[in-house]
Each structure stands twice: as structure tokens, then as C-alpha cells.
T-cell receptor
């Protein structure tokens, strides 16, 4: 079946530090890949996505590149802010699965001033 | 445009009871999906509805059921509640549920089973 693996964390960084959250996947078909973010007390928000190999998704300074050869979609940001503190979920969706999204366990990020 | 709304936001029940959660999708969205979020299992897909029909289902026991109405609003029901059903239940809507359609999530209903 489909699965997504990411570190659970928590990850604690100082403000302006570089962020990397690793994500690898296995999929039965050709997946679209996503990063979602969940702020405290809120639902999930789509952060970025990529639908084919070598695509780079980007939003709010975050980036992730779809690497088919390594089945990875690592999330990066060059300089994190306190407001980036949240839980980040890597996820995938495959054709034919309609809106069934398979999520990773989520990585909690805490940014300290 | 109003987002996805879920009611109630918080719910406390006891074992053996049943519960119904409600989700109103974004206006014009016809696909509604439900997810269960727990600290141990993370986010797991429950089911998806489109045009009042269940189109996809996750690996949950039959105690978990849902339905969708003609106005696209959806409800999910859990019967014979167990302690392990304590979770945040998230609803998400999208236009018609195609692969490329973005899902928009509601704030969730926090269910506590005592």
C-alpha cells in the first residue's frame, strides 16, 4: 500500500536557522506529493505541492522538490521564523484514489527567538 | 467565501454511546472526505463522499459510517464508542474530488470518549 515516512520530532530551531524535514514515500501508482501545515488549534492548510518528478513546490519561503529516483520530497526553508512553529505533514495522493490522501506522522517544529 | 465548518467543535461521550459529527463544505464543493487524527496513528483516511455516494473508504470498522446530503453537507456517525475513538476528526472538501483538486480542511471536531 501507499505510505509516507517522516521524522516525528519535535524539531527545535533558533529563529533564522535553516530547516530541513525529510520525507520519503512508497506508492502503488504515480503520486502527487504535498506538504500540509497545522497551526495550534486549527485544521490543515496546504503549504505546497508537486505533481510530477523534478517539480519544485514553493510557498512562503518553503520549498520541496519531487525526487522520483529517491522517492523523496524533503521540505526546506532557508530562515525560519517563530511564526513557522507548527506541525508539518508530508502527504501523497495517487490517481484513482480520488481524495484519499495518505499522510506521514507529522513533524512538530518549534522555533525559538 | 466561508471555509469548511464542522460542528460541534468539542464533544465528550462515554463508552458505548454513539455520536454524529457534521461537516459543511465550501459552497460549490461536492466532494467531502473525513479523517481521524490521533497522536499514535497520525492522520488516517476514513471515507470520501461525492454526490451522496461513498466513493472511497479507509480501513476502519463498520462502527464508522457516514452520509452526504443533496446540498453536499456530510455527517459521520460512530456507534458503540470505544476509548480508542478519542481523536480529532477532520473534514475536508474539494470541488469534485479529482486528483488535481485541492482539499480544504475544517478546524475539526475534538471527540473525547470517557
Amino acid at each position: 500500500g501507499d505510505s509516507v515516512t517522516q521524522m516525528e520530532g519535535p524539531v527545535t530551531l533558533s529563529e533564522e536557522a535553516f530547516l530541513t524535514i525529510n520525507c520519503t514515500y512508497t506508492a502503488t501508482g504515480y503520486p502527487s506529493l504535498f506538504w500540509y501545515v497545522q497551526y495550534p488549534g486549527e485544521g490543515l492548510q496546504l503549504l505546497l505541492k508537486a505533481t510530477k518528478a523534478d517539480d519544485k513546490g514553493s510557498n512562503k519561503g518553503f520549498e520541496a522538490t519531487y525526487r522520483k529516483e529517491t522517492t523523496s520530497f524533503h521540505l526546506e526553508k532557508g530562515s525560519v521564523q517563530v511564526s513557522d512553529s507548527a506541525v508539518y505533514f508530508c502527504a501523497l495522493k495517487v490517481s484513482g484514489g480520488y481524495q484519499k490522501v495518505t499522510f506521514g506522522i507529522g513533524t512538530k517544529l518549534q522555533v525559538i527567538p | 467565501k466561508a471555509g469548511v465548518t464542522q460542528t460541534p467543535r468539542y464533544l465528550i461521550k462515554t463508552r458505548g454511546q454513539q455520536v454524529t459529527l457534521s461537516c459543511s463544505p465550501i459552497s460549490g464543493h461536492r466532494s467531502v472526505s473525513w479523517y481521524q487524527q490521533t497522536p499514535g496513528q497520525g492522520l488516517q483516511f476514513l471515507f470520501e463522499y461525492f454526490s451522496e455516494t461513498q466513493r472511497n473508504k479507509g480501513n476502519f470498522p463498520g462502527r464508522f459510517s457516514g452520509r452526504q446530503f443533496s446540498n453536499s453537507r456530510s455527517e459521520m456517525n460512530v456507534s458503540t464508542l470505544e476509548l480508542g475513538d478519542s481523536a480529532l476528526y477532520l473534514c475536508a472538501s474539494s470541488l469534485v474530488g479529482r486528483l488535481e483538486d485541492e482539499q480544504f480542511f475544517g478546524p475539526g471536531t475534538r471527540l473525547t470518549v470517557l
